[in-house]
């Protein structure tokens, strides 16, 4: 049997379905060239690709798939990406398909992030500029929405939700601790046999279900390839070879440039993220904005809303905003290098580390899921972590509107706990008025992301010429 190929298959194509090796790059680069709006478009872009039109993987396993990839740190959707890929075509294909869904955005990001820090100054792009982050705010929100309909089903979710929000925004709790206290919830929940603690559907399910066997669920009811059986020995290797490629970069910074260089602190924060930050890509968003922003102070409040806007309006996945974080890092703080070339490198090295991650989970974990589907347990720890994401991303929600809307915002500390309070005279109306019509065109008329986006982009441009800001 060929290395790269399902059972019964010649040269990576499987028996019946012609899923060949040729075929899955194209279809890996229109899924890339697809991805926008966030983790739940990129996974209905999936869905609807892979599971309705090709017909390579079944709803269910699809499904399970996700399961595993949301309980994870990191990127969701472009761990399900590998993981299909390796199912499809093993290691290569893993590698295949994560590689490409990130590379149009990657080259995208990197420019938007030299055009911002090279012009931002200029009025004009400053009032771009402001018109994107005031309609990243009414997309947050949205986001609070979205996923709080698919999430909080049941009383239950609703608390762990709340608690979530209380947790990290009023006590400071911090998010990896919310998360795991989630997932222990909803594990104690189901083992209870407690009927609010069960998952809900994913942002890729569908109500069509397609008669007949996918090209993977076909294959593999005839045959389990070896590649998706559980191994130790297998395991080891994985685990040695995929910690040394990701790791290697910060080690060589740390014995070289040591722990005070900017580019060994981006490598740092972003491998260290990587490992703790579960729930999805809005809370993730949530942790990186509170360290960049108020730890590392590698760039203002503001200025992560532009980041922001610029990860939703490219391909990929919405967490590649840490290009534009580990560029402006690097591109502020260049030591001998020149100021473009130290932020594309800071951009890419934050890339590394946030994304390099998601391959040694994957060819790590996948073929033990595999061999554990419809886990209950899993499932109620999903549902509940789902739950949570809903509560912190409500949190980045309301941070982001403070920062956005006021010019400054006061901290209070009393009892352990932190309030943040507006300024009220330094409310910013133009920002409300365009944050108002966003959320106007998003809920009321359903007008999708990247058209608000660029609308209140250019009403930016608008209100500059007219001088009103």
């Known amino acids: 049997m060929s290395e790269y190929s399902l059972p019964g298959t010649s040269a990576g194509i499987a028996a019946g379905h012609g899923v060949s090796f040729r075929e899955a790059i194209r279809v890996w680069v229109r899924v890339a060239l697809l ?28 499904l399970h798939a996700l399961n595993y990839c949301m309980l994870l740190p990191g990127p969701e959707a472009h761990q399900l990406a590998i993981y299909i890929g390796w199912l499809l075509h093993r290691t290569r294909g893993g590698l295949v398909a994560g590689t490409l869904f990130v590379l149009p955005g990657l080259i995208s990001l990197g420019v938007l992030s030299w055009v911002y820090a090279t012009f931002g100054e200029i009025g004009g792009v400053q ?94 009811a005839r045959e389990i390839p070896e590649h998706v059986r559980p191994s130790l020995q297998r395991f080891i290797k994985v685990a040695v070879l995929g910690l040394s490629i990701w790791l290697a970069p ?12 900017v580019f060994t602190a981006i490598a740092t924060f972003n491998s260290r993220m990587a490992v703790v930050t579960f729930g999805g890509a809005y809370a993730v968003l949530a942790y990186m904005a509170q360290q960049a922003v108020e730890y590392y102070h590698w760039l203002k409040p503001q200025e992560m809303l532009v980041g922001l806007g610029f990860a939703e309006t490219t391909p990929g996945p919405l967490i590649s905003v840490v290009q534009f974080v580990g560029f402006m890092a690097a591109f502020r703080h260049p030591g001998t290098l020149s100021p473009a070339l130290a932020g594309t490198l800071g951009g890419l090295l934050a890339q590394w580390a946030t994304f390099v991650p998601s ?25 509940a972590i789902t739950a949570a994401v809903v509560g912190v991303i409500l949190n980045l929600a309301i941070w982001f509107g403070l920062h956005t809307l006021f010019g400054q915002v006061d901290e209070r500390h009393a009892y352990g706990m932190t309030l943040q309070a507006p300024v009220l005279n330094t409310l910013n109306v133009p920002a ?23 609308a209140c982009s250019i009403a930016g441009i608008a209100i500059h010429l007219a001088g009103w800001i």
């Open 35 to 62: 991805s926008f709006g966030g983790p739940a478009g990129q996974i209905a872009v999936m869905h609807r690709i892979l599971v309705e039109e090709k017909r390579w993987i079944g709803e269910t396993r699809f």
């Open 432 to 454: 409300l008025v365009l944050s108002a019509l966003a959320m106007i065109g998003l809920f009321r008329f359903k007008v999708g992301m990247i058209p608000t986006l660029l």
């Open 359 to 383: 391959f040694v989970w994957i060819f790590l974990g996948a073929p033990y899921i595999e061999a554990v589907r419809n886990n209950r347990a899993l499932s109620a720890a999903l549902a």
């Open 127 to 220: 009032a771009l500029f402001f018109g994107l982050k005031s309609a990243v705010l009414a997309v947050v929100l949205e986001a609070v929405l979205r996923v709080g309909r698919r999430a909080l089903r049941s009383r239950a979710m609703v608390g762990i939700a709340a608690l979530a929000f209380i947790g990290i925004f009023i006590f400071s709790v911090p998010f990896p601790i919310v998360i795991a206290v989630a997932a222990l919830l909803g594990f104690i929940g189901n083992a209870a046999g407690l009927s609010g603690f069960q998952a809900s559907p994913h942002a890729g399910s569908s109500k069509r279900v397609v008669e007949g066997p996918a090209a993977i669920d076909g294959a593999f």
């Open 250 to 261: 910060l080690l060589v910074l740390l014995a070289t440039l040591g722990p005070g260089n």
